[in-house]
């Protein structure tokens, strides 16, 4: 029995209990946040480092310039969240759905991610530079950069995806399934080891592995 079958990335466990609804500045308020729903949501230049959101539901939530450094996410779901830069770097997202968000840049750098899925979203420049991330999901998403330099990553997928380019330097991938993505742009491409891409993306790249060894084609 072979041992290297590829392995899917788990979904995140979202299933949320009753919620009290809670005032839109109650993300502001309040240093932790347990079973709440809130609409609404302006947190634009907000700081909002350490924060935890535990089993929350946030509906349109508006976060440009916001920081939430060391930030923990648990157990949530956000829907419609709006920034053109968001500072996430460092903190904790444990099963958690982002659902038909739009982020011009997002930095997850550093991050510490599990069971998390980004669906049906719009990301410009998404950072995961040193980040160790597992059972990782972009679904119907589209992004413009994906950098993972310095990552660790296992288990990931982009079901219905588009990356126009993706950054590998000195990434670690395991499980990483790239099959229909179709970037135009991968650097470096000897860190797609680890990763499965199909015959399609096999052709496409098949001048830059040429030019990684070395050889000449004629």
Do not use: Y
Request: charged letters at 25%; hydrophobic letters at 45%.
């Amino acid at each position: 029995m072979p041992t290297d079958r590829l392995q899917a990335p788990t979904e995140p466990r979202v299933a949320l209990p009753p919620l009290d609804d809670a005032a839109p500045s109650a993300v502001h308020d309040a240093a932790v946040l347990d079973r709440a729903h809130l609409v609404d949501v302006d947190s634009t230049g907000a700081d909002l480092a350490e924060i935890a959101l535990s089993e929350c539901h946030v509906e349109r939530w508006q976060a440009t310039g916001a920081v939430l450094r060391h930030a923990h996410l648990v157990e949530s779901r956000v829907e419609r969240l709006d920034a053109a830069e968001l500072d996430a770097s460092r903190s904790v997202w444990r099963d958690v759905e982002v659902v038909a968000s739009r982020i011009g840049s997002i930095d997850l750098s550093d991050a510490s991610i599990r069971s998390v899925a980004f669906v049906g979203c719009k990301l410009g420049h998404v950072n995961l530079r040193a980040a160790r991330a597992r059972d990782l999901t972009f679904r119907d998403c589209t992004i413009d950069t994906l950098d993972v330099g310095d990552a660790e990553l296992e288990r990931a997928a982009f079901p219905g995806s588009s990356v126009h380019t993706l950054e590998l330097p000195r990434a670690t991938l395991r499980h990483v399934d790239l099959r229909g993505l179709e970037p135009r742009v991968v650097t470096p491409v000897e860190s797609l080891a680890g990763a499965v891409i199909d015959d399609v993306q096999l052709s496409l790249l098949a001048p830059a592995f040429a030019a990684h060894l070395g050889i000449r084609v004629v």
